[in-house]
């Protein structure tokens, strides 16, 4: 799972840089539908793969582990919401 959270932490943190945005992940920012659907995105296009593109199943795992990091963080009243995500 902590590999699962690399990857995901690595895709966005490129996004901010090439937003101009400041460094440093925060759980409440990368936790909206947007942020997470972006996410999506990138992971099927291959972002931080050896690969070209991953299979929906592969990116479905993956994202499993974010939300479970997620639920994590909003039981422990880090973020105020868990999205709903629809699974590819």
């Not at 991953?54 to 994590?72: D, E, H, K």
Request: glycine share 6%; with cysteine.
């Amino acid at each position: 799972m902590s590999s699962d959270l690399g990857i995901a932490e690595r895709i966005l943190e490129a996004a901010q840089r090439d937003a101009n945005q400041s460094d440093g992940l925060l759980m409440s920012d990368v936790s909206t539908l947007d942020k997470l659907e972006y996410l999506q995105e990138r992971l099927l296009a291959g972002d931080e793969c050896r690969y070209d593109e991953r299979s929906p199943n592969t990116v479905n795992s993956l994202m499993g582990a974010v939300m479970a990091f997620i639920r994590f963080c909003h039981s422990r009243g880090w973020v105020t919401a868990v999205p709903k995500l629809e699974r590819l």
